[in-house]
């Protein structure tokens, strides 16, 4: 089963950030927390990972709180391209290579 | 070369038929992945290979049958299959397995099941 919770939906306007919650409560000490999109019918696409520490890219922020029980995904400045389905994964542990998606959250970005 | 790609694009097939699906990767990687993803759905987990030997087979039915000849390429046969069985088949690889490995997709092959 998914351990990641996230909202089903989101809208953010164009040009504003989005800002995306993850809650990862059960997550462990060696388990990286994962970032892709979907964009429809599209593969997914990596957006960012990270373990303790926020991180930060030409895509997106990642900030993880001290807890790391949750996490949150910034996209500066969304724009229409932005929309698609967000999914916070948590990586198994016991099976490094075992990837579980959780259900998502579909952002819609609004001119 | 930075991308996974995967062929054919769409494929229709009846219940009778036999037919494969095929992914490759030129960037070193050596682990290869199979999902299942239904509509609305998330991608699920099929099976994993890591250095070319099949590591994690998530209690897939045996009318699917995965291959991987060698480390650019990996191929899913597909014999007996159900109109269930419908879906968006995606491949994806990494560097290894491991957790710190971010994952790349392919675009997928639309399958359906006649």
């Known amino acids: 089963d998914a351990k990641t919770t996230q909202p089903p939906s989101m809208d953010c306007a164009e040009g504003r950030a989005a800002n995306l919650p993850c809650n990862h409560s059960t997550i462990s000490g060696n388990e990286y927390v994962y970032w892709y999109r979907q964009i429809h019918s599209q593969g997914p696409q990596y957006i960012i990972h990270g373990l303790k520490n926020n991180e930060t890219n030409e895509m997106a922020s990642l900030i993880i709180t001290e807890d790391r029980k949750s996490s949150t995904l910034i996209l500066p400045h969304a724009t229409l391209r932005d929309t698609a389905v967000y999914y916070c994964i948590d990586r198994d542990s016991g099976g490094y290579q075992k990837v579980t998606f959780g259900t998502g959250t579909k952002l819609q970005v609004i001119p | 070369d930075t991308e996974v790609t995967q062929t054919p694009k769409h494929l229709v097939m009846g219940m009778t038929n036999k037919k494969s699906l095929k992914c490759e990767q030129h960037m070193g990687h050596r682990a290869m992945y199979w999902y299942k993803q239904k509509a609305k759905k998330p991608p699920e987990l099929m099976f994993v290979y890591s250095y070319e030997k099949l590591s994690i087979n998530e209690s897939v039915p045996s009318r699917f049958s995965p291959e991987c000849p060698n480390s650019s390429l990996l191929n899913l046969h597909l014999h007996a299959l159900q109109p269930e069985d419908s879906a968006l088949y995606l491949c994806?690889?990494?560097?290894?397995?491991?957790?710190?490995?971010?994952?790349?997709f392919g675009p997928g092959t639309r399958l359906t099941v006649l």
């Open positions: 994806a690889s990494s560097r290894t397995g491991h957790s710190y490995n971010e994952q790349f």
